[in-house]
């Protein structure tokens, strides 16, 4: 099964959302419901092998339902596999002022100057690679020292950058739905593990993710007319600042019943690289997908460059 044969799950709720996508009940899923309606549906893949299969095989799901680790728990159920994130501690907003001045702070140093991007080519299409890696064991958060081996060689292949910003998102609670925020982290070509941790916990100390998330309702409180307004200006804008994101899903207990699981990140025009980090069954697993606005991308070089950085770390 190819990923444009995906296979749709969580179909009664992705049902009812279809028949009213303007709902406010999706509270921050209304800005991929403005994605939708300007021809940009975001979806969340999931490539599953099962230990008794040949093939793998994809499901998928509106990203305005969920984000990754909703969709991933909603979809170990219908496919009765077993997946457990560790347990993590969500802290309240403490400071909405200093949260909502810290997100409007978050800009890119520069302009990404991308070396090879068709900006005829929007849309949603990509391609993806998967590195399946042995687990380094560090006291530096995993997404900081995926970041500093990963961002940079990406930035070597697709920019002429030396600083980028990097979508990180961050979830705000643990119930079922789209719960997540973001941070935007800037990663300089010679930041090392320990300064993007750094940059990461300051971040989270400030509460960026809380004030991105604020400055979200004020678009929801405005309404649909304002979404589609502001969105549409991104849509149409030929700027990007973001270059992509980076989303650490975690270390997740072995499964007995998969063979493979293959998490991808979603990408549009605007942002148009998406890397997912997990662990799963004593490996440490890296998947980068790619927005097919991007030309020439050489993804063997790619893997062996991402390869040899990470082995000289073990």
């Known amino acids: 099964m190819s990923i444009n044969e995906a296979q749709l799950f969580d179909i009664q709720n992705y049902k009812a959302y279809k028949r009213d996508i303007w709902n406010p009940k999706y509270k921050e899923g209304l800005y991929f419901s403005a994605l939708e309606e300007l021809g940009e549906e975001i979806l969340i ?20 339902l969920h ?3 909703s969709a991933l728990n909603a979809l170990a159920k219908e496919q009765d596999f077993t997946v457990k994130f560790p347990e993590y501690q969500y802290r309240p907003m403490k ?30 299409d990509f391609t993806y690679l998967e590195l399946k890696l042995p687990v380094i064991e560090s006291k530096l958060s995993n997404t900081a020292l995926m970041a500093s081996i990963v961002c940079p060689i990406l930035m070597q292949h697709f920019t002429s950058n030396k600083s980028s910003r990097w979508m990180v998102p961050v979830r705000l609670k643990n119930d079922p739905g789209l719960q997540a ?6 990663v300089d070509t010679d930041d090392n593990a320990k300064t993007l941790h750094q940059k990461l916990v300051s971040k989270l100390k400030n509460e960026e993710h809380w004030g991105f998330q604020l400055l979200s309702r004020i678009g929801l409180f405005l309404g649909k007319k304002a979404i589609l307004y502001l969105t549409k200006k991104n849509v149409l804008s030929q700027k990007t600042i973001w270059l ?25 025009w605007h942002r148009p690289l998406g ?22 991308v050489d993804s063997d070089g790619i893997k062996q460059d991402i390869t040899r950085t990470y082995n000289s770390l073990l």
């Open 45 to 64: 893949y999931f490539g599953v092998k099962k230990k008794d299969e040949y093939a793998l095989h994809w499901h998928t799901t509106p990203h305005a």
């Open 67 to 69: 984000d990754g680790f």
């Open 95 to 124: 400071h909405p002022l200093k949260a909502v001045r810290t997100a409007l702070k978050s800009t890119p140093k520069e302009n990404h100057r991308l070396l090879n991007q068709d900006s005829n080519l929007k849309g949603t």
């Open 181 to 186: 925020s973001y941070v935007g982290l800037e």
């Open 244 to 268: 992509g994101s980076i989303s650490n899903m975690g270390p997740m207990t072995s499964s007995p019943e998969l063979e493979e699981l293959v998490i991808l990140h979603p990408v549009r």
């Open 275 to 296: 890397v997912v980090i997990y662990q799963l069954n004593g490996q440490q697993i890296i998947t980068i997908a790619f927005h097919h606005s991007l030309k020439e």
